[in-house]
């Protein structure tokens, strides 16, 4: 039986880590460098754990305390709806919170040696996209996904949240320097297509054989797109035929509709 401490004050010095999870400011000032983040929603949790995070404690709803006797490997703490919105800053409606140790980031390299395709992000810092992004490569065959040093941070809350956990599935390293570091993608034997909606942009659906043998999809920050610069850095310009005048899509859905078309002919 898991030993559960009741939390009766918010202020309690053992919820240290989930102080003002609603602040991003702070929070992405003080997770990285404690080598931290935060987890939420069960299946989230359980996935971080499978994937080999070590977690540092756990902040359940009370009433959750005799569903979850297997978190056994760190200190678990309780506390009513009310102790937890005021501790955290928001309304935990899963019930279920855990602070995590964050693993060494891999290198550019490493990660790219055992994939066959990757996707890139440029300046990409919205946190909801960075999970959309994630959870899409993860079901539509991505391998791995390498960010500029201007990413957010996957591993933010909200980006674990969206993702449904898959930012722990799908391995990701900074690629720098940017865009030099393009090189590098290329040099490991990848075609860097860059996906924009530019008219002159080589549509998806026809890039040939060789282009999809081990492509490196470049997406960039939705509204901006990718800079002048990591364009010229790529090999080829690739775009999503549009209809009905829509000039493009959320960077996240985009995204989607491209690894589907780098994977489509995969036998599953």
């Known amino acids: ?36 983040f935060i987890a ?46 005021r501790a955290t800053g928001f309304h935990v409606h899963r019930g279920v919170l855990a602070s995590f ?30 999970g959309a992004v994630f959870r899409g490569a993860a079901a539509l065959g991505i391998d791995a996904v390498l960010l500029s040093p201007t990413c957010a941070d996957p591993l933010y809350r909200r980006s674990v ?14 690629l720098e320097p940017w865009p030099d570091g393009l090189d590098l993608v290329r040099e490991a034997g990848f075609t860097v297509l ?9 549509p998806m659906q026809r890039l040939d054989a060789t282009q999809r043998k081990r492509p490196a999809l470049l997406l960039g920050a939705e509204g901006p797109g990718l800079s002048r610069h990591a364009l010229a850095a790529s090999d080829t310009p690739v775009r999503l035929p549009m209809r009905r005048g829509v000039d493009s899509l959320n960077v996240a859905a985009a995204a989607a509709v491209a690894f589907w078309e780098l994977g489509r002919d995969d036998d599953l």
């Open 1 to 36: 039986m898991t030993d559960v401490h009741l939390i009766t004050d918010p202020g309690d010095e053992r919820l240290g880590d989930y102080r003002a999870l609603t602040d991003l400011e702070l929070r992405t000032r003080w997770e990285p460098p404690n080598g931290l």
């Open 40 to 85: 939420e929603g069960e299946l989230v949790l359980r996935r971080a754990r499978r994937a080999g995070y070590r977690p540092r404690s756990y902040l359940i709803d009370a009433k959750r305390a005799g569903q979850l006797d297997d978190l056994d490997d760190a200190p678990v703490y309780a506390a009513t709806p009310e102790v937890l919105e």
């Open 161 to 174: 949240r969206v993702s449904m956990g898959e930012v722990f599935a799908v391995p990701y390293a900074r």
């Open 101 to 130: 140790h964050r693993l060494p980031l891999r290198d550019a390299a490493d990660v790219m040696a055992s994939a066959r395709r990757i996707a890139i992000l440029e300046d990409v810092n919205n946190h909801t996209n960075i």
């Open 194 to 202: 860059a996906l924009t909606p530019a008219a002159g942009a080589l």
